[in-house]
């Protein structure tokens, strides 16, 4: 007990650094995987993040959640390994190994004691190569994202993102949620798991993220270990969407003290030169928390909400800017109004020059605490492969946001925090539109 005490502390340790001691370098690893390597040696532990393209985009229109799915099935058995001895084989050196499907990339994230890098890399490499989608662990881990999506219908948060992006999207693969339907779950055959695995747990356009006790030689070893045995063919990027974004309230009748609304419209890309200010834009309207206009606005001034944030996000081919918004039944349109209104505003008259200067203050000074551990620094950079920047992005960030000027900044808000652009979704009836509601079908499910 005392040893997996000192473990769980190593994990959680924070390491000593800022952004200027990150040092990133590029790493060649087999054809087809790009690899950054930021080498910390304080502590004798290695964390990686891999992504590979094939996420819920990628599901069959009649199947959503095979990728979840398949993900969720990576550490349930590999190789001559059933899932209770894969299981035990990690746990036994505290390895821990998990993967997860998001939009575009299933994302894998690995985490070890230096002294059992050797094991955990051919853990992981078979948990790739050679996964097993055993009967017995595919109805147990069914079951279990089952019951997992039960508990999200209960949530009206998580409904209405949901409902948001079926609204935004339309016809497009993004419209689907990437944790799947039960209908979608329920008819996945291991067959179709096993095939999708085989399409997209492949080598080209695999980006990997590793921090901590390794150098770059042994490194090269591991990659080898990982990828190579996987297919060397590539998974073609989701196209564009066509038509999405249509402005328009949409309302998804339920039960609840306390509707949520979700909000948003199209945004900058990551690689856009558009981002950088947007994001800094961003912060002083809606992302900056107590000290954010919409917070002063919608909660402390009118008492309409306990919480209400905005945020930049995107991915490969697609970017939103989106919002969410809690109130009663009786206050959550007035919630809704008042943030038009101050969008409108902030497109209008823009910042100020103190708003400015806070939100430099703030988002330089934090970004350090996105880079205090090895875990961190490989989930912050494999983000940033996987959005297209180059691997100096760490030492150029701040600098960029110190170079945002006021005048970008009214630019920003003028260009995209447009009210009339907006798609909103509530979960939830407003007491003013219950009768209205009643007499007709939801338009967002």
């Given at each position: 007990m005392a040893m997996r005490c000192l473990i769980a502390a190593?994990?959680?340790?924070?390491?000593?650094?800022?952004?200027n001691a990150i040092t990133v370098k590029m790493v060649q690893g087999p054809t087809g995987v790009e690899t950054w390597l930021s080498e910390e040696h304080a502590i004798p532990m290695?964390?990686?993040n891999i992504s590979f393209p094939g996420g819920s985009a990628y599901d069959p229109t009649d199947k959503p959640g095979l990728a979840s799915l398949m993900a969720s099935l990576l550490d349930e058995g590999a190789g001559d390994l059933a899932s209770d001895a894969f299981k035990q084989a990690l746990e036994s050196r505290a390895i821990r190994l998990s993967a997860s499907a998001e939009r575009d990339y299933i994302v894998v994230s690995l985490s070890t004691l230096k002294e059992n890098a050797d094991e955990a890399f051919r853990l992981t490499a078979l948990a790739l190569a050679h996964p097993r989608f055993d009967a017995e662990a595919v109805e147990r881990i069914r079951a279990a994202l089952l019951a997992a999506l039960k508990q999200e219908e209960e949530d009206a948060g998580t409904a209405a993102a949901k409902a948001w992006y079926a609204a935004y999207f339309?016809?497009?693969?993004?419209?689907?949620?990437?944790?799947?339907?039960?209908?979608?779950?329920?008819?996945i055959r291991i067959d179709e798991i096993k095939n999708f695995a085989a399409d997209h747990v492949v080598r080209g356009g695999i980006k990997v993220a590793?921090?901590?006790?390794?150098?770059?030689?042994?490194?090269?070893?591991?990659?080898?270990?990982?990828?190579?045995?996987?297919?060397?063919?590539?998974?073609?990027?989701v196209a564009r969407p066509a038509d999405s974004g249509k402005p328009g309230t949409h309302m998804v009748p339920r039960d609840e003290a306390a509707p949520v609304a979700?909000?948003?419209?199209?945004?900058?890309?990551?690689?856009?030169?558009?981002?950088?200010?947007?994001?800094?834009?961003?912060?002083?309207l809606g992302g900056g928390g107590f000290s954010?206009?919409?917070?002063?606005?919608v909660r402390d001034k009118r008492g309409l909400t306990y919480g209400i944030y905005t945020s930049l996000n995107d991915f490969r081919a697609a970017a939103i800017i989106a919002g969410q918004v809690q109130s009663e039944k009786s206050k959550i349109l007035t919630a809704i109004d008042v943030t038009k209104?101050?969008?409108?505003?902030?497109?209008?008259?823009?910042?100020t020059a103190k708003e400015l200067a806070d939100a430099k203050t703030y988002l330089t000074g934090s970004f350090p605490l996105t880079l205090d551990s090895n875990a961190k620094i490989a989930r912050t950079l494999n983000g940033y492969q996987r959005a297209g920047l180059a691997a100096d992005y760490v030492d150029k960030r701040n600098a960029l946001i110190q170079a945002v000027t006021l005048a970008k900044v009214n630019e920003m808000a003028k260009k995209y925090y447009d009210p009339s652009r907006l798609v909103v979704v509530i979960a939830g009836t407003p007491?003013?539109?219950?009768?209205?509601?009643?007499q007709r079908p939801a338009a967002a499910r």
């Open positions: 190593l994990f959680a340790i924070l390491l000593p650094v800022t952004a290695i964390a990686v339309g016809a497009h693969p993004y419209a689907r949620p990437s944790s799947g339907t039960p209908a979608g779950i329920s008819a590793v921090s901590g006790d390794i150098t770059e030689v042994q490194l090269k070893r591991y990659l080898q270990q990982l990828f190579t045995p996987l297919p060397a063919k590539s998974v073609p990027v979700v909000f948003g419209f199209p945004g900058p890309m990551r690689a856009d030169p558009d981002y950088i200010p947007a994001f800094v834009t961003n912060y002083i954010a206009r919409l917070m002063d606005q209104e101050e969008m409108a505003k902030f497109a209008k008259d823009g910042a007491a003013a539109a219950a009768a209205a509601a009643a």
